[in-house]
């Protein structure tokens, strides 16, 4: 079964830091393109970062880049995202998703996602 | 950046009617990249239709995309109790991920 875990999340101060791990099986991990997309309480999907397959293409969006750092562990299975100076607008609900691209890109979307991991930012 | 509306916030429908929900881009969007995704509350999206118009595996023929260029639209052509939730459109260009704010779908 095609699986995404996420984990790690939790309670942190305002200017602390976390690191959220996502657990993939049931699919080579290593093929895939990865995404973290969050999501604020009674609030919409925002798209947090992207990262290739081989990890060498990172995006950021606007509102976390020079705090969050995506990476991926080909080796392990496994996708982080290292969060800092965290802020209590980062409190949501962090998901994991797989990006499916067909081979020769005309086709681009996340098929796949985790249950999510909850980063509450609070003092 | 492209900015994806969604109209209306909110569509209150009974069982058995159909609902049509739309999506429209600040700027023209490549088909192919552009995506529904259905939430239930307490649950991750889940991926409906894709390449605007293709439905995703397991999804039923009640759902359909359709539009090009700034304007889409996902149909649902008899809604079942299961269809009530918020949809999402995502479209990606420009190194980017976008979503809309979501439209909600509960019963009348």
């Known amino acids: 079964e095609v699986q995404l875990v996420e984990s790690g999340g939790g309670l942190v101060q305002p200017g602390g830091s976390l690191r959220l791990s996502c657990a993939a099986s049931g699919f080579t991990f290593s093929s895939y393109e990865m995404n973290w997309v969050r999501q604020a309480p009674g609030k919409g999907l925002e798209w947090v970062s992207y990262i290739s397959s081989s990890g060498s293409t990172i995006y950021y969006a606007d509102s976390v880049k020079g705090r969050f750092t995506i990476s991926r562990d080909n080796a392990k299975n496994s996708l982080y995202l290292q969060m800092n100076s965290l802020r209590a607008e980062d409190t949501a609900v962090y998901y994991c998703a797989r990006v499916m691209a067909t081979p020769d890109y005309y086709y681009y979307y996340m098929d796949v996602w985790g249950k999510g991991t909850t980063v509450t930012v609070s003092s | 950046e492209i900015v994806l509306t969604q109209s209306p916030g909110t569509l209150s429908l009974s069982p058995g009617e159909r609902a049509t929900l739309s999506c429209r881009a600040s700027q023209s969007v490549s088909s192919s990249y552009l995506a529904w995704y259905q939430q239930k509350p307490g649950q991750a999206p889940r991926l409906l239709i894709y390449g605007a118009s293709s439905r995703a595996t397991g999804i039923p023929d009640r759902f359909s995309g359709s539009g090009s260029g700034t304007d889409f639209t996902l149909t649902i052509s008899r809604l079942e109790p299961e269809d009530f939730a918020v949809y999402y459109c995502?479209?990606?260009?420009?190194?980017?991920?976008?979503f809309g704010p979501g439209t909600k779908v509960d019963i009348k």
């Open positions: 995502q479209q990606y260009g420009s190194s980017i991920f976008t």
